[in-house]
């Protein structure tokens, strides 16, 4: 097999593993600022309804999404927040630099990906969590890319 061929084959499979998750839009972000095309989980076992993505714990999670701003920033602020029924709550584990996750600098118009690796260890409380991911810029937070998504915490 040639080395394309094992390229292709290995991009088809990473493909196939990455799993497209629900998200919906944080109410203090709107789609004119910055619109989110696709959030994937990997590894992620959906349930029938396709709501959530289950996780084991003690494993390492990716997750990936596209977003597109509508504005320019050379210096991304990142933070991730269990979105608790009293509050957020940080996730800990984001590096607060969000060009860590995603090149640097953003320009308008331009569709990116941001990749962050969601470590769950092993004393986690299992169940259900809303996350809340934001992507804004460090000097003007108004400008914000912003997502939920459910994850089920697996024994
Ligand atoms: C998860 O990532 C951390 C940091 O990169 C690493 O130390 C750890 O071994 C990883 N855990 C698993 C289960 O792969």
Same mark, same amino acid.
């Given at each position: 097999m040639g080395l394309l061929? $094992?390229?292709l084959l290995s991009a088809l499979l990473a493909t196939c593993f990455a799993d497209e998750a629900f998200f919906s839009a944080c109410d203090e972000a709107t789609e004119e600022t910055c619109k989110i095309t696709a959030v994937n989980i990997t590894p992620c076992q959906q349930d029938k309804h396709k709501s959530k993505?289950? $996780? &084991? &714990? #003690? %494993?390492n999670a990716t997750l990936a999404f596209d977003y597109t701003p509508s504005f320019d920033s =050379?210096?991304?602020e990142s933070a991730i927040y269990w979105a608790? #029924? =009293?509050?957020d709550l940080p996730f800990p584990g !984001?590096? #607060?630099?969000?060009?860590v996750y995603t090149s640097c600098p953003v320009a308008a118009g331009q569709t990116q %990906? !941001? %990749?962050y690796e969601l470590q769950?260890? &092993?004393k986690l409380p299992l169940g259900n969590f809303l996350l809340k991911l934001k992507l804004n810029?460090?000097?003007d937070k108004t400008k914000l890319c912003c997502f939920k998504t459910t994850i089920q915490i697996k024994k």
């Open positions: 061929n $094992i390229v993505c289950g $996780i &084991r &714990r #003690k %494993t =050379t210096n991304l608790s #029924k =009293t509050g !984001m590096d #607060k630099n969000g060009c %990906t !941001m %990749t769950l260890g &092993r810029d460090a000097d």
